[in-house]
């Protein structure tokens, strides 16, 4: 995130995209897609919930999580300290794909964007949407206020949100 902002910044890209959660000083965000957050568990446990799960069933689960400093594992820690879940997860993993392999490897659950579905297509994973509440998970484009972008990005970003928009819909994970 940080190098994007400086690429950015520095005029070595005109654009970035990510989850920039909070506005950026000195570039301007437009968001592109939104996702929500899920539970990822093994998939020999999918069958125990019995029903979609909802943010009060991570009370007790064994979560692995993202570093603290990451803007997606504070939304979620935050999620999770509403309903009275306070520490740091059971491990710190910098990489999505890396906490999709050790719950694969039945080392516990995962909360993660639904950006993730692909990654975890291919592994013994399940996944489900959290609810109550559901929490978005923007995806934005980042530029400079100081230059304006060139010919063609806009229609790029077109593109792209129109492109991710369908993917979001046809990667929705499957309800418990």
């Known amino acids: 995130r ?5 690429a950015v910044n ?8 990510g989850c920039f959660l909070q506005p950026v ?14 539970l990822v568990q093994p998939a020999a446990e999918a ?3 019995g029903r979609a799960p909802r943010w009060d069933d991570l009370l007790e689960r064994r979560l692995l999580g993202g570093p603290p400093e990451s803007p997606i594992q504070q939304l979620i820690d935050h999620q999770l300290q509403r309903i009275g879940r306070r520490g740091a997860p059971a491990m710190q993993l910098h990489y999505f794909e890396t906490q999709i392999a050790m719950v694969e490897a039945g080392e516990g659950s995962a909360v ?3 950006f993730c579905i692909p990654a975890c297509r291919d592994r013994k994973v399940a996944t489900h949407p959290l609810s109550d ?16 972008l060139p010919p063609g990005a806009e ?11 369908r993917w979001a819909e046809l990667e929705s994970p499957p309800s418990a």
């Open 25 to 38: 000083p000195g570039m301007h965000r437009a968001p592109l897609c939104r996702f929500t957050l899920m």
């Open 112 to 114: 993660l964007p639904t």
């Open 47 to 49: 069958a125990q919930l």
């Open 133 to 148: 509440p559901v929490v978005p998970v923007d995806l934005y484009r980042i530029s400079s206020r100081a230059r304006e």
């Open 2 to 6: 940080d190098q994007l902002i400086a």
């Open 10 to 17: 520095a005029g070595e890209v005109d654009m970035a995209l």
């Open 155 to 165: 229609g790029f970003t077109a593109f792209l949100a129109s492109y991710t928009a």
